[in-house]
């Protein structure tokens, strides 16, 4: 497409300002992308992949037998903002928490005394657990190369070690900070472009496409020791549940709550601005821009404004 929009870049979505180097983005002669236009059109479809609080302590209450184990739920618990958010609310529902952090030998100091903090003032377990370095900077290394991200490599260990641990501890649930940016990227567009409307259909897709990693033989695989996940005994035992498709908050209220309910917790300074946990997720940015063409999170960070979950930047241009 050529020409400009009042000032916006022709590459550029107006409203959601995702730019056509995404593969798939295309806009249209009003300057909005096929996203943004699509969201328009079947926002019920959209509105139906989400639950409510109440939808999330039911499905943990009514299925955990409390006499019998230690914890209601495992929580991948990075000590960063989004999680710690996570953490105290689901304390705040009854829930008993053990929450698994995956030190990957980047992480913030102020991070790691974040996370020992909010642990220890709400005596929360918390298992933190690691590869050999020389290992894990040749994964990061990998995922660069395949991925142009260091975040994909981080997220295959942290799956397969996380599906482990709630096996072995007979724990039922694994609950994730997983932003609905995140969840929309990697998930519910794919169910909306197949045109999936039935919710039992949907829950098994989401499964499915969840547990996809763990039979990917590639070197990344072999550096996790990802083989004993294959065994469909264990994903049938375990049960994943996105903390934030049952709870629409924004990146405003998260802040504002842990600086009113979570003094303990302080931002690092040490860390870039897409981060609050990893010392070299801003490299990684940097290295994915440069063979994509665009921002790491670009696409995940496009929702919230299509969505309402924030102020789109590029309705707030349009305006100007």
């Known amino acids: 497409m050529e020409g400009e929009h009042n000032g916006l870049e022709a590459n550029t979505c107006k409203y959601c300002m995702l730019s056509t180097a995404v593969k798939g983005i295309r806009l249209d002669e009003e300057g909005l992308c096929n996203l943004c236009r699509d969201h328009e059109r079947h926002q019920k479809k959209y509105a139906s992949f989400f639950k409510s609080e109440a939808d999330l302590k039911n499905i943990i209450k009514n299925t955990v037998e409390v006499k019998t184990r230690a914890y209601d739920c495992l929580l991948l618990y990075s000590g960063g903002k989004d999680s710690t958010y996570v953490l105290i609310r689901l304390l705040e529902m009854g829930i008993r928490v053990l929450a698994m952090t995956f030190d990957n030998g980047y992480m913030s100091d102020r991070c790691r005394k974040n996370i020992k903090d909010v642990c220890n003032s709400y005596q929360v377990d918390n298992v933190i657990i690691s590869l050999p370095q020389e290992r894990m900077d040749r994964i990061f290394l990998t995922s660069l190369q ?12 942290i799956n397969a070690r996380v599906i482990e641990m709630a096996f072995e501890r007979d724990i039922p649930f694994i609950v ?17 472009e197949q045109e999936v409307e039935d919710v039992e259909e949907m829950e098994f897709l989401f499964s499915r496409w969840r547990t996809y990693a763990h039979y990917v033989d590639d070197e990344i695989a072999r550096l996790i020791d990802d083989f004993e996940v294959k065994d469909s005994c264990v994903h049938t035992r375990v049960t994943f549940i996105d903390f934030y498709r049952h709870c629409s908050v924004t990146k405003k209220e998260i802040i504002g709550f842990l600086k009113a309910r979570v003094p303990v917790w302080k931002n690092p300074e040490d860390v870039g601005r897409c981060s609050s946990n990893c010392l070299i997720n801003d490299a990684g940015i940097v290295i994915h821009s440069r063979a994509k063409g665009y921002h790491y999170y670009a696409k995940s960070i496009s929702y919230p404004g299509r969505s309402g979950l924030a102020t789109s930047p590029g309705k707030k241009r349009w305006r100007n």
């Open 176 to 192: 994730t900070g997983l932003s609905r940016g995140q969840l929309y990227e990697l998930w519910i567009h794919r169910l909306m």
């Open 146 to 157: 395949t991925e142009s991200s260091v975040c994909h490599g981080c997220w295959r260990v």
